[in-house]
């Protein structure tokens, strides 16, 4: 059974930190690993990655993969009060089955 | 980019009566959507694959009488939850892949009364 892992659960901090989501997975026939961003209504959408060791960057946000290991991080620098969500990681397989994290919730205190 | 347009945004109705979600792919064809259902402070769960002209793929304990759907054309696909009943509230995602990218509709929140 697919099976992706994030951590931690629950995070909060305060601006102008700086934070490392996780996210583990163990799928059958991996394609890609998506990081979304979830505030009060459906997900949008941060990186899409799908090969080992290259950076993906959006401003203070950044992840990475890496295939070996089977895992993935979002960094966010320089925290905002609008960086709080609840961050999700999926992994998509060449099946074409997605399957979620249960989610980081982000809350960055001023 | 694309979009995913997702209507209602939120619906209430009564128990016994049935609802029907569309999910509209906007500036492109998706021969694939998907529909999520999501409780409060949980995540994503995937409840069924649409697709076009042929029947859905639904997940484990999933039951296909209970959320039937239709995928009748490459820009839309409908779900419809047949006699409602409280425990069917919740909010509903359905989302479409353009090439590698899911985009996710904005969402219906169902609360059966």
């Known amino acids: 059974e697919d099976k992706v892992v994030q951590s931690p659960l629950s995070l909060v901090v305060h601006e102008g930190d700086t934070v490392t989501l996780n996210c583990s997975y163990e799928v059958t026939n991996f394609r890609s690993l998506l990081w979304y961003k979830q505030e009060k209504k459906a997900p949008t959408f941060l990186f899409m990655l799908t090969s080992s060791g290259i950076e993906k960057k959006s401003g203070r946000l950044s992840s990475i993969l890496d295939k070996k290991e089977l895992f993935s991080i979002l960094n966010i620098t320089a925290t905002q009060t609008g960086d709080s969500a609840v961050y999700l990681c999926?992994?998509?397989?060449?099946?074409?089955?997605?399957?979620f994290g249960d989610g980081t919730t982000l809350t960055v205190k001023p | 980019g694309a979009v995913v347009s997702q209507h209602p945004s939120w619906v209430i109705c009564k128990s016994g009566t049935s609802v029907k979600i569309e999910c509209r792919s906007l500036?492109?064809?998706?021969?694939?959507m998907f529909w999520y259902r999501q409780f409060p402070k949980q995540s994503l769960m995937l409840m069924a694959t649409?697709?076009?002209?042929?029947?859905?793929?639904?997940e484990q304990g999933v039951e296909k009488d209970k959320f039937l759907i239709n995928h009748a054309s490459l820009t839309l696909s409908t779900l419809t939850v047949t006699s409602a009943h409280p425990e069917d509230s919740s909010f509903y995602i359905c989302?479409?892949?353009?090439?590698?990218?899911?985009?996710f509709g904005s969402g219906t929140r169902l609360t059966v009364v």
């Open positions: 500036d492109f064809q998706a021969t694939t």
């Open positions: 649409s697709n076009e002209g042929s029947k859905a793929t639904y």
């Open positions: 999926a992994v998509h397989t060449n099946a074409g089955k997605s399957t």
């Open positions: 989302s479409a892949r353009d090439p590698g990218v899911y985009t």
